[in-house]
C-alpha cells in the first residue's frame, strides 16, 4: 500500500493485520527517506537509529519480514520512494491510498507546520502509477472518504482485486499501540491508538487554512488523478 501521510494508512495496516495469514511492516523505507532527503520531520534521530538506512536492501529482503506467514502487507508512503530502483517493485501488488487534500493538509500541517507538495506523497503515487502500469499492472486506488463511509464494501473490493477473502476481522482491532508500530508512533498515531475500528467519516470545517490554500491548488490535479481509480462504496466496483 502506498500512501501519503494523514491517509487513514496507519488504520489500514492495522485492519490487515487482523487476518491472520498477514503480517504487518510499517513503513520500512522511512529511514533510508530521513537519511536521503534530510527532512526535519518529529523523531528523526529515533528512526536513523532504530531502522536499515539502505533502501534498497529493505526492499530486496522485505520478504523476511513475513514472520511466516503468506502474505505481508506493507504501508508504505510514496515519497520514500526516493531514490529506490523502481524494479524492485515488479513482483508485488500494489494500491494506492488516498485523501482529499482538503482533509489531509489541515491534518498534516499539525505534525510539518509548513508542508510541501512533496511532503504530501501525491507526485509520488502518481509517477509510482505510471510506473507499475508502464510495467503492464493496473493498479488501484482506495479513497479515505470512501472508505470510512462503507468499511466492509471498499476493503471486500479491495480484497477481491488482491485475490484475498474479505474477512469481517478486518474491520475492527483493540485500541492502543501494536508491537509493529515504527518508532515515530508518538508523534503520529495518537488517533488510530484510541480507535477501535474505522471512524465514521467527517465533512472538513467550512473554513480552510489560507496559508495551505497555494498547496491545496498544487495538490488537486494529482489528487483527481488518483480518485480517478478509487473504488467506489456504491455502485459498479
Same mark, same amino acid.
Given at each position: 500500500m502506498w500512501s501519503g501521510p494523514r491517509n487513514?494508512?496507519?488504520?489500514?495496516m492495522y485492519s490487515f493485520a487482523?487476518?491472520?495469514?498477514?503480517?504487518? &511492516? $510499517?513503513?520500512?523505507?522511512?529511514?533510508?527517506y530521513l537519511r536521503l532527503t534530510?527532512?526535519?520531520h518529529p523523531g528523526r534521530d529515533e528512526v536513523l537509529a532504530a531502522m536499515e538506512l539502505d533502501g534498497h536492501r529493505v526492499m530486496a529482503e522485505l520478504r523476511r519480514y513475513a514472520a511466516g506467514k503468506p502474505i505481508l502487507f506493507a504501508k508504505q508512503m510514496a515519497?520514500?520512494?526516493?531514490? &529506490? $530502483?523502481?524494479e524492485l517493485l515488479r513482483d508485488a501488488e500494489h494500491f494506492l491510498l488516498i485523501r482529499d487534500p482538503i482533509e489531509m493538509l489541515p491534518s498534516l500541517s499539525k505534525v510539518l507546520p509548513t508542508p510541501r507538495l512533496e511532503d504530501t506523497g501525491l507526485v509520488g503515487q502518481v509517477e509510482l502509477l505510471e510506473t507499475l502500469q508502464a510495467f503492464g499492472q493496473d493498479p488501484f486506488c482506495i479513497d479515505a472518504r470512501e472508505l470510512l463511509n462503507d468499511p466492509a464494501t471498499i476493503l471486500t473490493r479491495a480484497c477481491a482485486r488482491l485475490d484475498l477473502e474479505f474477512l469481517p476481522c478486518m474491520l475492527e482491532w483493540p485500541p492502543g499501540p501494536r508491537p509493529e508500530d515504527g518508532v515515530w508512533a508518538p508523534h503520529w498515531y495518537a488517533n488510530v491508538h484510541r480507535s477501535r475500528g474505522f471512524a465514521p467519516w467527517r465533512a472538513p470545517p467550512d473554513t480552510f487554512p489560507s496559508a495551505l490554500r497555494p498547496l491545496l491548488d498544487q495538490c488537486r490535479p494529482y489528487y483527481q488523478q488518483l480518485f480517478a481509480r478509487a473504488l467506489r462504496a456504491g455502485g459498479t466496483p
Open positions: 487513514v494508512s496507519t488504520a489500514v487482523q487476518r491472520p495469514d498477514t503480517a504487518v &511492516i $510499517d513503513e520500512p523505507l522511512y529511514g533510508h534530510g527532512a526535519p515519497h520514500h520512494l526516493t531514490g &529506490i $530502483d523502481y
